[in-house]
């Protein structure tokens, strides 16, 4: 059994979300080792529990309380519409909930769907999508994996369906036609936490750990005469940090920096004059 002030976080059982997951959760500082099936783990410093679960299911699990925190995706939290908080976007899983339809299917706008059969793992909001479309008498036929095929076999006459990068939709002869919803893994909470110290810690941590993510450090050697350049083009978080190097007319500058930007802010630091220009990944950022 479990003890009350025990925390406990629900994330994904198989899979590339699982992989991601549990290097956030690395990152944050549990301690943790998997054994094969073994449905939780106990991280060794904390006590704190990791349950294995179907991504499904875990909306469900920290709705109803039995976990304080979740990590799933998006799309699961709103397909099963229960009261959760979003605490984090984690930026990993991105996907995206999509209607297709085989490739010589007359289907040319949704209206062409009415009285159809669709097939949809996430039937809540496959249904939600062609009633706001105004289309609300198709036939939305729940299935659970191998959904793609259905349409081959001549079961269904459209899918809503997860598409990542859309080979599985090639494989099958089958064309995307409408996106439904945009969706990425998210951690989520209960709305009524229980008080635990260590839930706050670890959602702190968290932060942290994307934080790291979105940031690189550089550190650069600059001219004296182009500092305030320099600057501008890097302003850092708050401010960058500069002090004079031994060499005379010359300043070492660490700074912040987007890592999405980072290659064209290297390329204006060298063509501003600034030489010894170094990325450092961050592994943990509290800002």
Request: glycine share 8%; charged share 25%.
């Amino acid at each position: 059994m479990l003890g009350s002030d025990q925390l406990r976080i629900a994330v994904p059982s198989k899979g590339r979300l699982r992989d991601d997951a549990l290097e956030i959760l690395r990152r944050a500082g549990l301690r943790f080792r998997l054994s094969g099936r073994r449905l939780f783990s106990v991280c060794s410093d904390t006590q704190t529990r990791i349950i294995f679960s179907n991504t499904q299911d875990i909306p469900v699990l920290v709705a109803e309380g039995v976990v304080d925190l979740g990590i799933t995706g998006s799309d699961q939290v709103l397909e099963k519409g229960v009261d959760v908080v979003v605490h984090q976007e984690l930026g990993f899983g991105r996907c995206r909930l999509a209607v297709a339809a085989h490739k010589d299917a007359p289907v040319r706008a949704v209206t062409d769907l009415r009285g159809k059969v669709v097939g949809s793992s996430f039937p809540n909001l496959a249904r939600a999508w062609f009633e706001k479309e105004g289309v609300d008498d198709v036939h939305i036929l729940e299935i659970q994996g191998a959904v793609e095929v259905m349409v081959l076999l001549g079961l269904v006459d459209a899918i809503v369906e997860i598409v990542e990068t859309g080979n599985s939709l090639i494989e099958n002869d089958l064309v995307e036609l409408w996106q439904v919803v945009s969706a990425e893994a998210v951690l989520i909470g209960n709305g009524r936490p229980r008080a635990l110290p260590e839930r706050d810690r670890l959602l702190r941590r968290i932060e942290g750990v994307l934080a790291a993510y979105r940031y690189s450090m550089l550190d650069y050697n600059c001219p004296a005469d182009k500092i305030d350049e320099a600057t501008r083009i890097t302003p850092g978080f708050s401010s960058p940090t500069i002090q004079q190097l031994q060499q005379e007319g010359w300043y070492a500058v660490k700074v912040l920096v987007e890592t999405r930007s980072v290659q064209s802010v290297i390329d204006d630091l060298e063509a501003l004059g600034c030489v010894a220009i170094l990325e450092s990944e961050l592994r943990h950022a509290r800002l």
